[in-house]
Nanobody, 116 residues
Framework: QVQLVESGGGSVQTGGSLSLSCAVS????????MGWFRKAQGKEREFVAV????????NYADSVKGRFTISRDTVANMVYLQMNSLKPEDTAAYYC?????????WGQGTQVTVSS
């Protein structure tokens, strides 16, 4: 079992920045891939960014490339999402995800609202 707890959401104006954090705990997740997904009201959940826990390889959705940065701290067991140049279309509930060894874990989500 892996537990994920997000924090850091909030409201910001267009062009602003927010940083999301995800505290990771539980079973050995050294081989896992950690990611951030988001779900806007009335839309399907979509991929945002992913990072491998061991090697730190990253990948981003085209819609956030160059604006968002995913990172992890393997000592503190944290995953971060730095979001810059935010747009109203980034408004969504953001979820931390851990995937590996046939398992798929999700956090409870944190709301990000970007006003124009």
């Amino acid at each position: 079992q892996v537990q994920l707890v997000e924090s850091g959401g909030g409201s910001v104006q267009t062009g602003g920045s927010l940083s999301l954090s995800c505290a990771v705990s539980g079973r050995d997740f050294s081989s896992y891939v950690m990611g951030w997904f988001r779900k806007a009201q009335g839309k399907e959940r979509e991929f945002v960014a992913v990072i491998s826990w061991s090697g730190g390889t990253t990948n981003y959705a085209d819609s956030v490339k160059g604006r968002f940065t995913i990172s992890r701290d393997t000592v503190a067991n944290m995953v971060y999402l730095q979001m810059n140049s935010l747009k109203p279309e980034d408004t969504a509930a953001y979820y931390c995800n851990a995937r590996g060894m046939g398992y798929d874990y999700w956090g409870q989500g944190t709301q990000v609202t970007v006003s124009s």
